[in-house]
């Protein structure tokens, strides 16, 4: 189900994507176009397919069928992993894209710096010192640059997540996936990642992000994607998902949560 139009100059086009764990029917043909510079925020029950669908744009889950289109480079889901053509373009996509985790997904045995710099490093084959330079560029913008020594093991969550940030930008991505990035923070820590993401938003990064944080959802994002059973069940601007013409398993949903 897809009720927004087509933008011309779309940055990701998904189409009749499914993937099934066994019986467990995860994703049951997902549609959805998101314009360059776009935030779109997916939002949806336990069990509802989200965190598979984002990991499945990136193809860190394989579809069993539909296509993923990211910046002109289509993949045929079906074929991704069995097709060396089509792991090709995989690679071309995830040079295009960047993910950032619930889980910080951090090497702990290397240095904040040198976690921000790998990818530039072991897939761009960047030079170490032009990397090292925009490594710090970078986590001075996320508020890191003194822990630029530190390990991983001796950061709080909202910093891990930070550096997280750092290391998708240092990528320079078209897109951002972001997989429920506060989930797995205090209260506290949640604003300092949020405003990070608000402040990517507002220069014109195209983000895709799961997640459960209504605030950032109506304030920063201009869609609200809502899944359920392995669908996309409504696609709305927030101001009519948030708003009294909401449908009443939206309601449901925004209800019980606490944000």
């Known amino acids: 189900m897809e009720t927004s139009p087509t933008p011309a100059n779309c940055t990701v086009r998904v189409r009749g994507l499914t993937k099934a764990f066994g019986t467990n029917q995860v ?20 069990g509802s397919g989200k965190t598979t669908f984002i990991r499945s744009l990136n193809f860190l889950e394989t579809p069993d069928a539909g296509s993923v289109e990211v910046c002109g480079v289509e993949v045929d889901g079906a074929q991704a992993a069995s097709s060396r053509h089509e792991r090709r373009k995989v690679q071309q996509i995830r040079l295009k894209t960047a993910m950032v985790f619930q889980s910080f997904n951090l090497f702990p045995h290397m240095t904040v710096l040198d976690n921000v710099i790998e990818g530039l490093v072991t897939v761009r084959r960047a030079a170490r010192e032009p990397a090292r330079q925009r490594g710090l560029a970078l986590l001075d913008r996320v508020g890191m640059l003194a822990k630029a020594d530190a390990y991983p093991g001796r950061l709080s969550g909202g910093q891990k997540q930070r550096v997280a940030i750092a290391r998708a930008l240092a990528m320079d991505p078209e897109v951002i996936f972001f997989d ?3 989930s797995a923070l205090d209260p506290e820590l949640r604003d300092e990642v949020l405003k990070i993401m608000r402040e990517l938003a507002n220069e014109g990064m195209t983000m895709l992000v799961v997640t459960h944080e209504t605030r950032f959802a109506r304030d920063v994002a201009d869609r609200i994607i809502f899944m359920e059973g392995g669908y996309v069940v409504e696609d709305a601007a927030p101001e009519a998902f948030f708003g009294p013409g909401a449908s009443e398993r939206s309601r449901q949903f925004l209800g019980q949560l606490h944000d």
């Open 27 to 46: 994703l049951r043909g997902v549609d959805l176009t998101v314009a360059k510079g776009e935030v779109v925020v997916i939002m949806g029950p336990s």
């Open 180 to 182: 429920e990035p506060t």
